[in-house]
Every structure is written in C-alpha cells, then in structure tokens.
C-alpha cells in the first residue's frame, strides 16, 4: 500500500491528473467535483453500451414504462442510466424508481430522473431486493433493466417474494478503447490516479492499461467494486468509505501527489 498523509494544499488534489473512466452527464459531472479540488480530470471514457440483441423487447417495456404499467423501477448500474437516457425514456411520476447505489442514484438525477430509494447499507442487488420487499408487502408490477452478463439476484427474489417482474436485458457492455495518448500517459506516470468505478471498468484497465505504475493510486468506488477489480487482476490502494464519487474523490486526496508526475507540465 501507498503511503497515506494529511493534503498540504488548501485544495487537496492540487496538481493531480485523474482519470475518468465514465463519458456523458455522469462523467461531467464527476470532472466537475475533480476540478473543485484542485485535480486535472482526464475524460476517458472506457466502456460504453452495445443495443441489446432484442431490442423489441427493450422498446416494449419502456413504452410500457412511459404508460404507468409499472410500480417500480429498479436501475442497477449508471450505465442503465445511459440507455435510459439514449432512448430518452418517460417515467411517469406514480412509478417509483430504485437506484443500487449513489452513484447510480447521481446517474439518474443528472439527467432528470427521479430517485425514491438507495439501499441504506448494502449497496447490490440483494441489498436493493431486500429493501423493496421491506416497503411492499403486496404484489407489484416491477420492471428490472439488466446488461447481458447480470447474475438474476434481484428478479428471483422479488419474484419468489409474489411480485411480477419484467427483466429485461438493456444493454450489452463493451470495451472502448482509449487514445495512444491516454494510454503512454497512464504507462509513463503522468495519470495520478484512476478512477474504478465497477467492475467492467476495472476489466477495461486491466486490459488496455498492461503496465500501470506503482505511483498511480488505483481508487475503487466501494468494497464490491473492489473486490471485481482485484478479481480482474488489479492492485486497489483505496476504497471509498461510501459508494459515492465524492467519497472516492476524498479517498484520492489523502494520498500525496505521486512524485511519478513532477517532471511533466500540468
């Protein structure tokens, strides 16, 4: 592990280059709170979405969705968030919406969306099941958006608690590959820190980053996050104690400016 120490800049990231793995509103976003303190953010987006091979599928349960059929959303990813967002879905106001986490929950409220439930505690998909149940103890009509690869967790238990669920696969996941620039920046040291924001991220920098120095601080966004990227082969070197960008960002500024990055310019 890297050595943790107070900042010593009135702005704690003063001087650091932090690499987004997320485009769009949430990586906007994400850049944004960056800047605040201090850091150059490094927009590099990593993964996107690929159409879900039903596609008819998809469309039927969002008109269904914009209609009012549904008593409950559940979103289990930003990346959800981003197909919401593409198809530029209506959810009516008497469907209630629940985010896995605050990430995701963040996700859904910068593009208008908005958000009636985040597991207090655990932050996955049986956290999130578990809580539902806890508020609806009558059948519902639920729809769950999936991606291709998600383990069915939450529509078995909702399921075998009564309710009725529609899971639908929303999106496939699919590397994007970076720029030769990004990728000499992260070899060479100049990238300070990255951002893993889920698991898929995490696969994506271990493939397409193969020699990430030792001074780069590697952030995990929360324990299970962490434990997919080390399972995808990564050092972490902090975990943010909320599943919360701010709380990644903080966690990041604890740790001195790497000296890996002194002899570039900003």
């Known amino acids: ?8 800049h009135t702005k704690p990231l003063a001087g650091w280059r932090v690499l987004v ?3 769009g509103p949430w990586g906007d976003g994400v850049a944004a709170n960056l800047r ?5 953010p490094v927009i590099a987006p990593l993964i996107n979405f690929a159409p879900a091979d039903d596609q008819a599928a998809l469309e039927k349960s969002l008109a269904d969705l914009a209609e009012g059929r549904f008593e409950w959303l559940t979103v289990t990813s930003a990346t959800t968030v981003d197909v919401l967002y593409a198809y530029r879905a209506k959810i009516p106001a008497t ?4 985010a896995v986490g605050e990430t995701t929950a963040a996700a859904l409220i910068a593009v208008g969306y908005n958000v009636t439930l985040v597991p207090d505690e655990d932050n996955s998909a049986a956290g999130m099941a578990e809580q539902i149940l806890a508020l609806e ?3 519902r009509e639920i729809l769950t958006l999936r991606s291709e690869i998600a383990k069915p967790v939450l529509t078995r238990m909702l399921k075998a608690a ?5 899971s639908v696969v929303a999106y496939r996941t699919v590397g994007v590959p970076v720029t030769d620039r990004i990728a000499e920046d992260v070899r060479s040291g100049r990238i300070n820190a990255i951002l893993i924001t889920s698991g898929s991220v995490a696969t994506q920098v271990y493939e397409q980053f193969p020699h990430v120095p030792d001074s780069t601080v590697i952030a995990a966004i929360g324990p299970r ?3 997919d990227a080390r399972k995808a082969g990564l050092g972490v070197d902090v975990i943010a104690q909320t599943q919360t960008v ?4 903080e966690a990041v500024g604890r740790f001195p400016l790497p000296h890996a990055a002194d002899e570039f310019a900003p």
């Not at 009564?162 to 529609?166: A, S």
């Open 1 to 8: 592990m890297k050595p943790v120490t107070q900042p010593i």
């Open 21 to 23: 793995p997320r485009g």
């Open 36 to 40: 605040k303190q201090g850091a150059v």
């Open 95 to 98: 469907t209630k919406i629940a």
């Open 137 to 139: 103890t009558e059948p």
């Open 162 to 166: 009564g309710h009725k669920v529609r």
């Open 225 to 227: 996050t962490a434990k």
């Open 246 to 249: 701010d709380a990644l960002i």
